[in-house]
């Protein structure tokens, strides 16, 4: 599984002129009179070929890629039925084979659904991995090779019209002027999870965790079905409020009891199947046809690998859960107080003041 370990230390090593990227190539993609995309290859040639300022601003879209939010900028996933590895093997494994460089940008321009113009980075990068000692610290030498391909799609926007005044202090029209953003959508290959190579495995970077580029991932990339954390969480408590008939107030409520539920398990435990899920719900009120109802959308959208309890329900309902926890646990301890100075004749005022702090008659 890929942890943010993983992004960081491939990420420490994109420093300026240390020989992290290899070759490098940019392919500009517009569209023409009948709104087909079509591209122009600008630049292919060593990455410190590049001028200083170029280079240090496409550095910066390459550690983009990396981004430390594991799970919703970033994911790792197996490839699907129509993937892409064995093209992606031979980009890798060759950087002057420009025949599987051509078949994968005409891949990304045929079915990538970007609006606009948009530029490609590809670039290759080995790195020689050290290895790490039982204390965790890096010995030196290199345990092995790392070789991998990272792609980076930006959009390319022209510039707001405008006003600019000039040394001589004229107004002029401001030169409009079309410039490369920060990536949008981006991909490593083969993936790096626990400091292994996984060849069957592809690493997505999406610039938006809440609505990721699903047809890039699946179609482009080839990947089986994945969601972000933030795009389970929102299909869930959608789930959840249209079982609990429409009423915020009511999908609340049993969020809460849920995460109740669950939130003294260990961490690494807590995942939740359809048939439990159901039965959970009915033990906390919801009726047995709603319950079964949200158990099977849940089991169709999630199975067989389901998700953590963080990565489904806000963390404001699991620190509610824990707070009434804390709550039912000090009223269970005043109450047996309570009970103990009562049965040995303590203090009357005492032992009504117990009873009250513990919500009790």
């Known amino acids: 599984m890929l942890q943010i370990n993983d992004v960081k230390e491939l990420q420490s090593r994109l420093k300026m002129h240390e020989g992290a990227v290899g070759k490098c190539s940019m392919y500009y993609v517009t569209e023409d009179h009948e709104r087909r995309k079509v591209y122009t290859r600008i630049y292919t040639d060593w990455f410190e070929c590049l001028p200083e300022k170029v280079y240090e601003k496409v550095l910066n879209i390459f550690k983009k890629l990396l981004n430390k939010n594991v799970g919703n900028n970033v994911l790792s996933g197996y490839f699907g039925k129509d993937n892409i590895q064995m093209l992606l093997n031979t ?16 891949r990304i321009t045929s079915m990538y659904g970007h609006v606009g113009n948009y530029m ?14 039982t204390d965790g610290k890096s010995q030196g030498e290199s345990e092995w090779v790392y070789k991998h391909l990272m792609c980076a799609i930006c959009p390319v926007t022209l510039e707001a019209a ?74 869930f408590d959608k789930m959840m409020l249209r079982a609990a008939g ?31 899920l159901a039965q ?14 949200l158990a ?52 009357e005022e005492l032992i009504n003041q117990l009873r009250q702090e513990a919500g009790g008659e």
């Open 162 to 235: 405008g006003i600019e005044v000039t040394k001589e202090l004229m107004l002029v029209s401001k030169e409009r002027r079309w410039t490369i953003q920060e990536p949008i959508d981006g991909f490593i290959y083969p993936a790096f999870e626990e400091r292994e190579i996984c060849p069957d495995k592809i690493m997505y970077y999406t610039a938006t965790k809440a609505e990721p580029d699903h047809s890039f991932m699946e179609d482009v990339l080839g990947m089986k079905r994945m969601y972000t954390h933030a795009e389970m969480m929102d299909m």
């Open 296 to 347: 099977t959308e849940y089991g169709d959208t999630f199975a067989p690998e389901y998700p953590s309890l963080g990565h489904l329900v806000n963390i404001r309902y699991i620190e509610l859960a824990r707070e009434k926890q804390r709550e039912e646990k000090k009223s269970s301890l005043l109450r047996k107080a309570a009970a103990v100075l009562s049965a040995h004749g303590g203090n």
């Open 91 to 106: 980009v890798v494994t060759s950087e002057s084979d420009v025949t599987g460089e051509k078949f994968l940008i005409d």
């Open 120 to 133: 490609v980075i590809l670039a290759h990068s080995t790195y020689d991995v050290p290895k790490v000692g």
């Open 246 to 276: 429409d009423s915020k107030e009511l999908k609340n409520e049993f969020m809460m009891r849920l995460s109740l539920k669950l939130c003294d398990r260990p961490e690494g435990d807590v995942y939740l199947d359809m048939d439990e």
């Open 280 to 293: 959970i719900m009915m033990e906390n009120g919801m009726d047995e046809g709603s319950a079964v109802k």
